[in-house]
Every structure is written in C-alpha cells, then in structure tokens.
C-alpha cells in the first residue's frame, strides 16, 4: 500500500445528488476514515439521507440541479461550495458527477495550489457520445476542456472516454488518469452470501414463477437508459416463458407501463421499483439486461457478472469492456438484437455455464473494491504530496 499522507487530511466528496454517495462511496469514506482522515460530502438532498449519516464526519447540503438549463442553481451552488471550501478547508476534493463536476472545479480548483484543495473529477462517462447530436457533444466536451483548466486530476474509466479527453486536450496527460471504475464488493456480490431462500422470496414477492426463465434489468427508468426497448425487446420474444423484472424507477415509468399494457405483457413485466439488495433478484435471474444508449462503467453490469449471471447488453461506452466472453452485446435500439440474445439465454445450456464462469473471475481479476481503493490512495497521495510542495516552507506539515 502506498505511504498515506498526514491522518488529519481532509477529504470532500461531492455530486450533484446522494446517489452515488449512497450507492458506491460509502465503503470509500470508511476505508480512509480507517486510515484516520476525515471524510465529507455534499449533494443536493444529501443531509436527508439516513444512509449518510455517520458514514461521513460531515453531510452537507448544496443547491445543485442535474440540468444545465437551471443557471439560478449552477450560481447558488458555486456561492456554497466556494461557503464550504472556507469554512471546511478540505485538503483533496473529489467530484463525480458532471454537473457538480464543472461548478466544483470553477468553485474550488482556480488559483494556486498552495491556497486551495487539490481537485480531482471522476467522470463516469461523458456526457458526448457516438449516439449524440454534433452541437450536443461539441457543447458538452468543450465544457469539459473547460472545467479541465481547473482539475488537478481528470479520472476517466473507459477506452471511449480517454480517447476523448486526449484528442480535445481536456487535462494535460499528466492529469489524465485511467482507473477501471470505483470497483465492485465482490465478497458482497457473491452467489454465496447470498441470504438462503430469499432468490425464491423475491420471485414469490414479484409474482414471477419459479419455472420461468427471468431477465432482470437494473436501471433508472430514464431515457438514457433506453427501457422501452426492453419492452418492445419482450414483446418481440417468441419465448412465452420469458418474464422481465425492472429494479428501479424513474420518469419513464408510466409510459412503459402503457407500452406494456399495449402489448398484453401485464403477466410477464414486473416492476419492482427501487432494491436496495439486488442480489436475491439476480441470484434467480436467467440473465441481466442493459438497454442503454450511454454509459460509463455500469455498476449494474459488474454486479450481474460478480454474481455469475451473463448479461445482454448494449455496445455503448464501457459495456464491451465489461462484458468480454460472459454475455451478448447488440448494438443500441437493435430491439430484435436485444429479443434473440435474451431468447439464447438458457440456464442448462453448456453455453450459458460457459458465460456464467466468465463473468465472476473478470470482476475479481480487474474491478475489485480493495483494487480501487488502493489506487484512489494513489492518487490522493500524489495529489497531497503536490499540493504540499506547492506551499511555502514555512506552511509545511
């Protein structure tokens, strides 16, 4: 492991909302408060959220908006992170949404290092992308070479996106850092802690049969994501004994509700909102599903695969990375694609198991939690050790 700087340092997450707080930094703020650092965040909502609370030294509240259309919240929020940045003197901060990406690093990263936190931004796939209009990308990735003039570290977790911010010179290359994601529990995502019965509970909860080959989609249920073509995708499926559970919410939820009752998938559709543990439900599934048009590193991917289950997903940003030999790609809005892969997955075929030993091992190997968090050492390393040297000699630890 790496030399840790000073046990007093001060750490401060921020995103636009607690969701990826709550969903994938909480083991972050636990393995550096271990080290004796102390760790904050700041979101919209965050101090709402129980889940923070006690997690972090510090929850704190900021007005951002996930919409570049709302300027009113893009000010208020700059106005209370430069608040923050005084009142809290954080020494690293460490930004992961875009929005709060670009305000963050106009807020906190401008002047000299020695007078302010060392700021690093962890984009979890850009916004500009094959499937986007050319005014919508040129917009969102001169944004971002914008934002890069005040980054002290630019993190990006796919091939797509390092190419990206190589050839419009978002960082210098020394900024630009490659991590494969924030990693995946892969004791957590195991087939074996998997709480007995409660695979069989799900489905019983859901109303799926327990003879039915199930495909589960865990996704926000937003256009992003592109979940109308999972419905069409069924609909298209000449496998009546095909059920698909939806773990999640979002504002396209009415629609494909509609869509569904149109179709006559009422029986074969469930959605369960929200889960919290998706384990039971993946530890029944046939297969995992991603339909969507732009991504990251999807974490619902690494948890399908760290549980051994194949997926059918789409060849958007990251996915092919993921994905390797342990299930299907099928190009985006390809609904009859989508319909044949989820038609192929077969729980006593040789080439399921085939796809199913694939997956856990590459999760393991690549994407593990202790992974990441030793290469997040690094990296906060480095930026204190530069931000260190960069104060007078009279101000040093």
Not at 95 to 110: D, E, F, K, N
Not at 199 to 215: Q, V, W
Not at 357 to 367: D, I, K, Q, S, V
Request: a positive charge; aromatic letters at 6%; hydrophobic letters at 45%.
């Amino acid at each position: 492991m790496p030399r840790n700087p000073s046990a007093n340092t001060r750490l401060l997450f921020v995103t636009t909302t607690p969701a990826i707080i709550r969903n994938f930094l909480i083991p972050y703020a636990a393995h550096f408060r271990g080290l004796g650092w102390e760790v904050h965040a700041a979101a919209r909502g965050a101090t709402n959220e129980k889940a923070l609370q006690g997690a972090f030294d510090s929850v704190h509240e900021l007005p951002l908006s996930r919409s570049l259309r709302d300027p009113l919240a893009i000010v208020q929020g700059f106005s209370s992170l430069q608040a923050l940045g005084r009142s809290l003197r954080p020494d690293v901060v460490h930004v992961h949404s875009p929005i709060a990406g670009l305000v963050t690093r106009l807020a906190l990263g401008r002047g000299s290092l020695a007078s302010r936190p060392a700021v690093a931004y962890t984009a979890h796939g850009f916004h500009a992308h094959p499937g986007g209009g050319r005014i919508a990308n040129a917009l969102y990735s001169t944004m971002e070479t914008v934002g890069g003039r005040w980054c002290d570290a630019l993190v990006v977790i796919n091939d797509e996106d390092e190419q990206r911010a190589r050839a419009w010179r978002m960082v210098g290359r020394r900024r630009l850092i490659r991590m494969p994601g924030i990693g995946i529990d892969t004791a957590h995502y195991d087939p074996a802690a998997v709480p007995p019965g409660s695979a069989e509970d799900f489905r019983a909860a859901a109303g799926i049969p327990s003879d039915a080959s199930l495909i589960v989609m865990i996704a926000e249920l937003h256009q992003a994501k592109r979940p109308l073509d999972a419905i069409e995708a069924l609909a298209a499926l000449s496998r009546g004994d095909v059920h698909l559970a939806l773990l999640g919410d979002g504002p396209l939820e009415g629609e494909m509700r509609r869509l569904v009752a149109r179709h006559g998938l009422e029986p074969r559709v469930h959605f369960c909102g929200f889960v919290d543990d998706v384990r039971p439900a993946l530890a029944s599934a046939t297969a995992s599903l991603l339909t969507s048009e732009r991504e990251g590193l999807p974490r619902a991917l690494m948890e399908s695969l760290s549980m051994g289950i194949p997926v059918v997903s789409t060849a958007a940003r990251g996915c092919a990375e993921l994905v390797g030999e342990a299930g299907f790609l099928v190009p985006v809005g390809d609904v009859r694609a989508i319909a044949a892969a989820m038609g192929r997955m077969d729980r006593s075929s040789p080439e399921w198991a085939a796809m199913s030993a694939e997956g856990r091992p590459r999760m393991a190997a690549h994407y593990g939690l202790e992974r990441l968090l030793a290469r997040h050492e690094r990296l906060y390393e480095d930026l204190s050790l530069r931000k260190e040297r960069a104060a007078p000699a009279s101000d040093r630890r």
